[in-house]
């Protein structure tokens, strides 16, 4: 993807997860974007409606770093957009104290913000909360675009969608097998 190119809201791109695997990401608000579950052998998208396809991960993104994981901007008429409500419940870091951290479950603000997001449940427990920190992402910029790209093939790959900064919080979770550290 050329480096002047600018995203818009709702562009959808094409990640080339690696030589013959593509997916698709929705550009939503506030540098929100959506992966979705269309994983293909080749950069066709016309039959699909995001619609109808499961949203892997919604997450702030860095939209420079990432740059060249993505193939290219989609046309208007290649595919159908994602018109569905944008995922608003994240995770929220919390430093309790050294080597102390936790999680809230927070609603981003009408303006797609974590600054004065209202607190759903604070201080997430992998004893109590494990499927709230298994089905929610952090709200935190991620700009990396190796470890994106490692989420998005082990879940081609395996079908676990594992985000491995949920390990750095919560050291008691399972780190899923072969998962590339």
């Not at 193939?71 to 018109?83: P, Y």
């Not at 994240?90 to 600054?115: G, H, P, R």
């Not at 900064?165 to 072969?178: D, T």
Request: aromatic share 10%.
């Amino acid at each position: 993807m050329p480096k002047q190119v600018k995203w818009a809201e709702d562009d959808v791109l094409v990640v080339q997860v690696d030589a013959s695997l593509f997916t698709l990401a929705q550009v939503r608000k506030n540098c929100l974007m959506e992966f979705f579950d269309v994983f293909r052998s080749v950069d066709d998208w016309h039959d699909v409606d995001l619609n109808d396809e499961k949203i892997l991960f919604s997450l702030f993104v860095a939209d420079k770093p990432l740059r060249p994981m993505f193939a290219r901007r989609l046309a208007a008429d290649e595919v159908t957009k994602n018109s569905r409500p944008i995922i608003r419940n994240m995770l929220s870091f919390e430093w309790l104290a050294e080597n102390t951290y936790t999680a809230n479950l927070i609603e981003l603000t009408d303006q797609y913000s974590n600054i004065d997001a209202r607190v759903i449940k604070r201080h997430l427990t992998v004893e109590d909360d494990l499927a709230l920190i298994q089905s929610h992402d952090f709200c935190g910029m991620v700009g990396d675009p190796k470890k994106l790209l490692n989420r998005l093939r082990f879940i081609h790959a395996t079908g676990v969608n594992w985000d491995e900064q949920k390990k750095f919080i919560y050291p008691k979770l399972e780190r899923p097998a072969g998962f590339p550290a």
